[in-house]
């Protein structure tokens, strides 16, 4: 099993920047990838962004996001950030921390990002 935690969601203005996290603890060799998906209300839940695990450092954007938001990991604290610049009021969703392992896909509770007009 691996578990994750998202932190750094909050209330920001058009134009501004926040970052997130998202830590993992577990069996975390078993993770292949990991992404950032987001939830928007009377929506269902978008791919925002996806990196590779150790030497694969692969990045994938939505293309709502490409040019701003950049996708990051740090393996040695076991880490997963997305750095979120530009924010409009339409990026206004819970954004979830994904794992995935050959068989299992795990999720963060999620953080809510409010983007203020």
């Known amino acids: 099993q691996v578990q994750l935690v998202e932190s750094g969601g909050g209330l920001v203005q058009a134009g501004g920047s926040l970052r997130l996290s998202c830590a993992a603890s577990?069996?975390?060799?078993?993770?292949?990838?990991r992404r950032w998906f987001r939830q928007a209300p009377g929506k269902q839940r978008e791919l925002v962004a996806t990196?590779?695990?150790?030497?694969?450092?692969?990045?994938t954007y939505a293309d709502s996001v490409k040019g701003r938001f950049t996708i990051s990991a740090d393996d040695a604290r076991d880490t997963v950030q997305l750095q979120m610049n530009g924010l409009q009021p339409e990026d206004t969703a819970v954004y979830y921390c994904?794992?995935?392992?050959?068989?299992?896909?795990?999720w963060g509770p999620g953080t809510q990002v409010t983007v203020s007009s």
């Open positions: 994904n794992a995935r392992s050959r068989s299992q896909n795990y």
């Open positions: 990196i590779g695990r150790d030497i694969d450092r692969t990045t």
């Open positions: 577990g069996r975390i060799e078993t993770i292949i990838y």
